[in-house]
């Protein structure tokens, strides 16, 4: 144990400092939590997200690969690496096979005011996604970086089709207290983006707005505008789509029976691969993800999955082969995971007695405190986690939080680990807590060759 922390830890202060030379924009909550690390393995670390945003399923993916707490880890398997971490921070793999094969990005636009400067930049477009980076720079920026301290950049881009995308995933000033930025990407749903493009439209649509969050939540404005990006339809290329309509089952000797892979179709767009599967499992149960789930093509190469957006049943994998198509490709992965729908939810009185144990698909949960803080309006939670191996528990849902934080306790062996949950919540006598995106393992490696005839 001492052996594999050592060697995280020169891990992740290589990290840091080849973040630094390649000047990469590394989240500050990142960056602390690294240095807290460093400075002290044997107590807790504090991480705070808001639920809900995809800024917290970013963090969590990074607060994962950072401090190893395999409770809080996202659907894929490849996520918890230091480098795939520093790969995604880099930039987008399926957006720089697009370069080399000469799709090159919408132009950019940079609108300067009298104390502020707009910039959109990196636009791609096509049928699967939308992506731009966006930042607001000058004094205005400054004046509100020291007046507040923190403030964050959102922007905002209206589709005409009833859709606006927002994005603040990864809003940082990178030390820089004149200048703020933001990273969007949109994911479309199928048809959207042609529905999009049928109205021939001349122009994107970026608003942004610099705002500050009181200790209320409620936010306070401080610029809004907009800048207006030159568009055509004619330089959106669509994506390639095959009918696969492969199935296979797999015999399962623990809890059910056997299960259904159908998978349906292989959408290729310029950037990245979508792997549309549906999953048939009896009466009672969920499905919650492939373990390390690739494509492999017919000269050897692997596509890995895109971990921040393969979630479930619809797949994304990277880079893109859409400028050289193989005959075959295959779907391989090496194993599943699966929940019970009784028994996924808890209640805990807060009159009642501690530790208790709440069974779940076999495994135990030990829920060692809980008990309210008024001065904050937190619901604390320490809970003893089953071997996520086994039985993976990516948090705990309680109807009505908004907000949730967890710490996590070298415990001196791999298993169990003692997480503290911090739930922003209304006091109660009880709370009904649900377990959430749960997920029991199997070790069942699989492939599904994948004919690529249209």
Known sequence: MADDMDRELKELEAFMLEAEKEEIAVPPILEAKIRERGKRLKRKVPFYVKTGAVAAVFLAALFTAALLVPQIAVYASDIPGIGTVLDWL?????????????????????????????IVDSIFFDEDRLSLKAAMEG???????????????????????????????????????????????????????????????????????????????????IKTDEVRIPFSRDR???????????????????????????????????????????????????????????????????????????????????????????????????????????????T?????????????????????????????GWLLIDVEFPDPDILRIQNLNIEGSTKVGWSAQDPGSDHPVVSECFIEIDRRDEYEVRLGAAGYLINEPGEIELSLKR
């Open 90 to 118: 880099r930039g987008d793999s399926g957006i720089e096979y697009a370069r080399k094969h000469g799709y090159s990005a919408i132009n950019g636009v940079t609108l300067k005011r009298d104390d502020y400067t707009l």
């Open 139 to 221: 004094p205005l920026v400054k004046e509100a970086m020291d007046k507040y301290h923190m403030c964050v950049l959102e922007a905002f881009v209206d589709l005409d089709d009833g859709v606006g995308v927002y994005g603040n995933t990864n809003s940082n000033n990178n030390g820089d207290n004149s200048r703020i930025a933001v990273d969007l990407e949109h994911v479309f749903k199928e048809g959207a983006a042609a529905k999009f493009l049928e109205g021939d439209p001349k122009y994107l649509n970026v608003k942004m707005r610099l705002y500050t969050e009181e200790s209320s939540g409620e936010k306070q404005y």
């Open 236 to 346: 959106v290329l669509m994506s390639k789509v095959y009918d696969i309509n492969r199935q296979k089952e797999i015999k399962v000797d623990r809890f059910i029976n056997s299960m259904t892979i159908d998978v349906e179709k292989l959408a290729i767009s310029p950037t990245r691969l979508r792997l549309d599967t549906n999953i048939i499992l009896p009466d009672g149960y969920t499905f919650s993800g492939f373990e390390n789930a690739r494509l492999v093509d017919d000269r050897g190469n692997v596509y890995k999955s895109e971990g921040l957006v393969s979630v479930g049943t619809n797949l994304y994998f990277v880079p893109s082969v859409y400028f050289d198509v193989p005959k075959r490709l295959s779907f391989k992965y090496d194993g599943f995971r699966f929940a019970q729908e009784e028994g996924g939810s808890f």
């Open 348 to 376: 805990i009185r807060m009159d009642e007695p501690l530790p208790k144990i709440v069974e779940y698909m076999g495994e135990e949960i030990k829920i060692l405190k809980a008990e309210y803080s008024n001065d904050r």
